[in-house]
């Protein structure tokens, strides 16, 4: 795993709530099915639980369910069966009132930052601070000019989005995330598109976060290196919305499993088939024997 | 765009508009006339109010004086009860008299007061006691035609042949 | 048969789905009006991007309308010798009709189609998925505050489109063809009411402003989040927002008119 040097953001791991031991995991997927309408089956009796304070990376192939995983914990959806708990809560998206609550303690960096193009970079940090608090503006001001300089960009605040590049949008947007100091941190897809060198930022500035705010981190990604560098667990999960394994990082590597063999190696046959399935070549071609 | 700017430019906008409507409301229409505050009303009936209308105006001498506010019909002497609401600078003798006219030839019917001689004036609620009706068409076509029969009556030979040509032509 | 049949009745059972839904979503933005009025920057902004932006298209456009109309009525009015009205008859057309409809016609297609194009692009790029992310429901945040500002700029829109028009027209009718001025302004303003022909104006504009509006919003924000889908979803908005202009100025002038 990676060492970073220590950098200043806040003052050390959050003391876990009374009540509830500090190992007690913050998310619980429990016993899940999940699908848009009857035809489709997104998520199929998964179970997965997030520790406190952990960094755990979901991982798998395109059309897996990781990123509808989120939106269930966010409440967007409904689960078809089983439950979502969210630090002993179990969340139900008709109570308004307590979606309201819990979305108050998470912050969501999104796949391309889903930053509001009609506001400057300064603005966009600003914003969840100025709906959610009544502080003053010279209290805004500091607290945004401190969340861009723990992304490196606090230079970048009078600049307008527009102006802005993929990878520094990636960072303005989780500046934005972390604005309120969430507890859990959701991350969809922060390597997709990204450079060698905002790869390594951003996968520091997870880590990091992770560290020194004792938040907890969620992150979906189908990039292993990166994700192993820095997780501390991983679920891997396959097409179907199955969970296939889970485990620290190192006994993943070490599997014998061909399908987590498969992904983690990246192999282009293996259980997941590199052909579509057809019918065989040479009854398409007209040249059957 | 600075927020200071866009609220100064908002309100030139709003304030445009305002001055839009002002110009329409005044500059064309007719809200700087009569208003409905200092007038009284005056009572005239009709045996025929012929094509007025309610806020149709009501003039002497040509000059706008006041409006209709209501016709009715009176259910007993079945004559037409028209409400005249007069501007409270204009008085009128107790003789004067109530006309339905019409502007130009085929324009808007409106009332017209001629004032009579009398010394007293007509307080608010009176009743104008003379009136002339509107003048309607068919009416005056047949007053045409029986006159010309009159005539013919008198000069049975010649006019017979024009009182039936008339007749054809009707 | 039986196919055709049951087509037939999915797509009615269809149209009556998405009116449903889009009654909904009208009851919605009139839930969040008044929240969205507490935060009046919002609205202010808002009125400045819808009206304010449409500011010139809406004065060319009167000052235009007010020329031509002035030409046309004159040709057809001289012929009865009642060239004099010209003031009256332009007048009303504008105040009555042409305002309130020309006005919403543009607005739909100027306004419109950037509100539709504007939210659907935000639903596109994840904008509102973050917003509710954040506990911000952007109906009351988004939706709403455009929603008031399309309905305050609307009657505003009308009412210079009208004012500029008749100032138009006084310009053709009597710098250039040399109409009595007096009797231009004069038996405008004998025969014009405020309350009657002005206000119903303003009155039919306001209506205009809450279907334009409310249908370029809903289209934005039930688009696919593709290029096509927004592309199609700004067709929709003007066809829809004029089609319901056009009908609705029908039932109004009926109600507003017919009584003599």
Known sequence: ?289 | MGKKSIETLVGLFVLLGMLGFVFLALKSANLGSISGSDTYTLVARFDNVGGLKPRAPVRSAGVNVGRVTAITLDGKTFQGVVSLDIDRRFQFPKDSAAKILTSGLLGDQYVGIEPGGDEKNLAAGDNIAQTQSAVVLENLIGQFLTGKAGDAADQPASAAPAASAAAEKK | MIALLAALGRFALGILRSLGHAAFFFADLLRFAPAALRRFSLVVAQVHAIGNRSLVIILASGLAVGFVLALQMYYALVVYGAAESLGLIVNLALVRELGPVVTALLFAGRAGTSLTAEIGLMKAGEQLAAMEMMAIDPRSRVLAPRFLGGIVSMPILAVLFSAIGILGAYVVAVLLIGVDAGNFWSIMQARVDVWRDVGNGIVKSAVFGVICTFVALYQGYETQATPEGVAYATTRTVVIASLGVLSMDFVLTALMFSTG
């Not at chain 1, 190992?23 to 619980?28: N, R």
């Not at chain 1, 035809?39 to 369910?65: E, H, Q, Y």
């Open chain 1, 1 to 289: 795993m990676r060492q970073f040097p220590a950098q200043e953001h806040c003052s050390g791991p959050r003391p876990a709530p009374p009540g509830l031991s500090a190992d007690h995991p913050l998310i619980e997927i429990d016993h899940v099915t999940f699908g848009y309408d009857v035809t489709r089956t997104i998520l199929n009796d998964v179970s997965l639980s997030f520790p406190r304070g952990k960094v755990t990376a979901i991982l798998g192939g395109s059309g897996s369910g990781k990123t509808t995983l989120l939106r269930l914990i966010g409440g967007v959806f409904r689960v078809n069966r089983g439950r979502v708990v969210f630090d002993g809560e179990v969340v139900d998206t008709r109570d308004k009132v307590q979606l309201y609550r819990l979305r108050r303690r998470l912050g969501m960096l999104f796949q391309f930052g889903a930053l509001f193009t009609d506001l400057t970079v300064f603005e966009n940090v600003a914003f969840p601070l100025r709906e959610h608090t009544d502080l003053p503006e010279s209290m805004i001001r500091d607290i945004v000019l401190m969340k861009l300089n723990a992304v490196g960009l606090r230079g970048a605040a009078p600049l307008r989005i527009a102006q802005v590049s993929g990878g520094m949008s990636r960072r303005i947007a989780l500046a934005r995330a972390i604005a309120l100091d969430p507890e859990l941190i959701m991350y969809d897809e922060p390597f997709a598109g990204l450079d060698p060198i905002s790869m390594g930022v951003t996968a520091n500035l997870i880590r990091k976060l992770n560290d020194t705010t004792g938040a907890t981190s969620l992150m979906v990604s189908h990039d292993v290196q990166e994700c192993f560098s820095i997780c501390d667990y991983a679920y891997l999960m396959s097409l179907g919305g199955r969970v296939v394994a889970h485990g620290k990082p190192a006994d993943l590597q070490a599997s014998e499993d061909p399908e987590v063999r498969q992904f983690i190696r990246g192999e282009p046959d293996g259980p997941v088939r590199f052909h579509y399935p057809a019918v065989p070549l040479a009854q398409d071609l007209g040249v059957t024997p």
